[in-house]
């Protein structure tokens, strides 16, 4: 019995959010091991261990030439001067001559601020502080994302919308541009809405990124050949 459940709780842990289908099966056809497995959970939970365990998995994760507490802290600020400013992100993205999803993003800690538009960022933003706009320019962003946003329903749902349509997307790219991709660097990206005939709100996401055509990798053309010993 001691090994079954080692194997169960194993497979809870593996399992990560299946679990509770894994639990109901147990409940419907096995209802010993369901009663021990739960007991088992319980006295995990309300364990040190389980604490040591929480406070593992709420460190923020680090790198060597950043601060993702840093980061996360100055987003806050960013967020709260944008609050006070009593701007839209369209509002605020027109005073700075940008895109409004870009404009999330410098406030985000995703794109880095130019010395340009942090003049007028903060003229639109006066209760940011000046150190907070100084290391936007002088930070070069980390570009990522934690796993755990897709767990968002508004961002799993425009996740799902994009590798759903993915293949879709790529034949139609490939008929009108040719054997290529989209960049995301020389790109713009804007958050949109429009109403619908029926008097519904409809959300409208635009993608322009500029066309990149894969090469033929002529010999003659690479500067930069690989030693041959």
């Known amino acids: 019995h001691l090994n079954t459940l080692l194997f169960l709780l194993l497979l809870l842990l593996l399992l990560g959010d299946n679990a509770v289908l894994l639990l109901l099966l147990l409940e419907a056809r096995e209802p010993y091991y369901f009663t021990m497995l739960s007991s088992a959970c319980r006295r995990f939970i309300s364990s040190p261990s389980a604490a040591a365990v929480v406070r593992s998995s709420a460190t923020p994760r680090t790198y060597s030439s950043i601060s993702a507490t840093e980061i996360a802290e100055r987003t806050k600020r960013m967020l709260d001067a944008k609050e006070k400013s009593g701007l839209s992100y369209d509002e605020l993205s027109s005073k700075l001559g940008v895109t409004n999803t870009y404009t999330a993003q410098l406030l985000m800690g995703q794109a880095r601020l130019t010395s340009t538009t942090a003049i ?37 749902r425009t996740y799902e919308a994009i590798t759903h349509y993915g293949e879709a997307i790529k034949s139609i790219i490939n008929e009108q541009c040719g054997d290529g991709i989209m960049s995301a660097i020389d790109f713009y990206c804007d958050v949109g809405s429009t109403t619908g005939k029926h008097g519904e709100k409809r959300v409208v996401i635009t993608f322009n990124g500029k066309f990149l055509p894969h090469i033929e990798q002529k010999m003659d053309d690479n500067s930069a050949k690989s030693p041959r010993d």
Do not use: G
Not at 139 to 155: C, Q, S, W
């Open 120 to 156: 007028k960022l903060q003229e639109a933003l006066p209760t940011a502080s000046q150190q907070d706009i100084d290391n936007m320019q002088t930070t070069y962003p980390m570009r990522a994302f934690d796993e755990a946003i897709l767990k968002e329903p508004n961002v799993y």
